[in-house]
């Protein structure tokens, strides 16, 4: 019985122990509890700040990469640009040099045009005028030749009619070599002599007497006057002309 009682005794003794302890200790395991579980938000709320931050680093480093491809897209702009300005620097001073070299070019047409104004000549008339003017120096190298050749001839003639007045008797007619043949390949009718394509080649002399035939009719009668090394010239004897002599006649001894 006693040891019942002391059983009892000792049971509840240790209910009031384990009572006491429990009052004691509740407070303590609240808190536990509930630092614990603080703990356990704060966490996390601090993995989903961690997250957040995560997410907007991410966002961050994006922007950063499309800022920097901006960036070079603007540089590689910029060049661009920059070599279009040259380019285009580069071209308007070709244009201005050319319109400097055009309104050169027209300040001097217009003097030039300024200047045909005060000759009273139209731009439109050059042509003619050029022409008239390349026929006038052709007629005046022609009569020039002519000049030097009726000089020349004058010159025989007087050196001819000396001979003719000289005593000693050289105004004899020389004898051509038989068979001579020949053409006319100039005539000049204002002085009455032509030009034949034999000279000294076919030994001619001077004062020999030539035939003018023409389709087997006789022409006329030349005179030789002067003998070169291919040709000759010759005068036409006024009292045997029986027709105009032409080029293309022929002669013969």
């Known amino acids: 019985m006693l040891l019942r009682i002391c059983l009892i005794v000792a049971i509840l003794g240790g209910g009031a122990v384990v009572a006491v302890n429990y009052v004691m200790v509740k407070p303590a395991i609240e808190a536990a509890v509930t630092a614990r579980d603080n703990e356990k938000q704060q966490k996390a709320t601090a993995q989903k700040e961690l997250a957040s931050t995560k997410k907007d680093r991410d966002a961050a480093k994006a922007s950063l990469n499309t800022a920097n491809n901006n960036l070079t897209q603007a540089n590689t702009d910029l060049t661009a640009a920059r070599n279009a300005v040259q380019t ?19 300040d001097r047409f217009q003097a030039d045009l300024a200047k045909w104004a005060q000759t009273g000549i139209r731009p439109e008339d050059v042509p003619v005028l050029k022409s008239n003017l390349d026929k006038a120096t052709k007629a005046v190298a022609g009569v020039q030749q002519e000049n030097r050749f009726v000089s020349s001839l004058l010159e025989d003639a007087t050196n001819e009619l000396r001979r003719l007045k000289a005593p000693n008797g050289d105004n004899l007619i020389p004898d051509l070599p038989p068979g001579l043949k020949g053409q006319v390949v100039a005539v000049d009718p204002k002085y009455s002599f032509v030009i034949l394509n034999m000279g000294e080649d076919k030994k001619l002399q001077v004062n020999g007497i030539m035939l003018v035939a023409r389709d087997g009719r006789l022409i006329a009668k030349v005179q030789i006057a002067r003998v070169d090394k291919t040709q000759s010239v010759a005068n036409i004897l006024p009292a045997w002309r029986r027709s105009d002599v032409v080029e293309g006649d022929e002669v013969i001894d």
Do not use: E, M, P, V
Not at 88 to 106: F, I, M, P, V
């Open 88 to 106: 285009l620097a580069a071209k308007y001073a070709d244009s201005t040099n050319k319109l400097a070299d055009a309104q050169g070019q027209r």
